[in-house]
């Protein structure tokens, strides 16, 4: 019998376009099944209940040491008068910076991912069920410090937002494509420094617009408080619109 | 890195789809845009079938190129570069192929026949 098609039963016969090439003793099953399917499903499933409850969230990424927290720090003790915020903090270990968080005024939990290098879907809907984030609320999805693999995993967010530091250098977007392209916002944290380092903020935008056209761009200092306006009005907007 | 996280991805689904069954072949499609190395999902596919269903077999991967549909010009063509531009100059393009990664069949062993 043809393992490929199952003819050559008694009786049978007809033409056919394919080879038999299988081995005998085995059989080939088609199964046509995307890898990351699992992923997609689970953060379909996940946007979808936080849709229900009206929270909005953000998968916020970039390198290690940008300055996701300390943005997210800042911006719950200027804003949590407006909107409450949540937070699922993303790390290979400690739980520092959802202590951080919690010290700042806002709930969070802490997803240890040991060897791995990106937040997926399944630990944002466990991280959800320990959170139970309330209706209406903003929650930040603070991903493992690295440009190259969460840019591959939806995890259920609204908002995807990638930072990146003037001490990393202008170039980084196109270093990073994927990561850039996938972005709905470039902040550029640290313009505090731009007199010690070689960054142009022009060359960083004009970078980030050649891997996703018409991208915005904000620059902000964490640390001095610049640009910071800015980045609330952008949380108002994505908090009213769908 | 995240070929290890993929490849795990893979054993899962395929066991998932072949319950009992012992896998001697996975063909697995990979989009040139999706950054994968082949090599490295070799190497993450012998660890990571170690112990399951699908020890011994053998990964067999065949490379869809990159295609991208430009929004200006209304062109498609060819890439496989993650810097996605068009020939015309545009980079607001969308992709159309190449980005995807598939299980697409397995090979299992035949059950032996009752006697």
Sequence with gaps: MCVTCGCGQPGESHAHSHTHAVQPSTDLLAIEERVLAHNDHLAA????????????????????GSGKTSLLERTIAE?????????????????????????AGANAVQVNTGAGCHLDASMVERALGSLDPSEGSLLFVENVGNLVCPALFDVGEHRRVVVVSVTEGDDKPLKYPQMFAAADLVVVNKTDLLPYVDCDLDVVAKNARAVNPGVDVLPLSVRHGSGMDAWYAWLDRISDTP | MHEMSL?????????????????????????????????????????????????????????????????????????????????????????????????TSVAVRREPACA
């Design chain 2, 7 to 103: 490849v795990a991805d893979v054993v899962d689904l395929v066991e998932r789809r072949t319950t009992g069954r012992h896998v001697t072949e996975v063909r697995l499609r990979v989009g040139a845009l999706t950054g994968v190395l082949p090599d490295a999902m070799q190497f993450c596919f012998e660890m990571a079938t170690a112990g399951t269903r699908l020890e011994g077999a053998t990964l067999e991967l065949e490379t869809v190129p990159g295609r991208i549909a430009c929004r200006t010009c209304g062109a498609e063509s060819p890439c496989d570069d993650h810097v996605l531009l068009c020939g015309c100059g545009s980079a607001d393009v969308g992709v159309v192929a190449g980005d995807d990664l598939m299980v």
């Design chain 1, 79 to 103: 804003t949590s008068g407006r909107r409450e915020v949540c937070v699922i903090e993303g790390d290979q270990e400690t739980a520092a910076d959802a202590e951080r968080i919690s010290r």
């Design chain 1, 45 to 64: 499933h996940n946007r979808a209940w936080l849709e229900r409850r009206g929270i909005r969230a953000v998968n916020l990424m970039s390198s290690p």
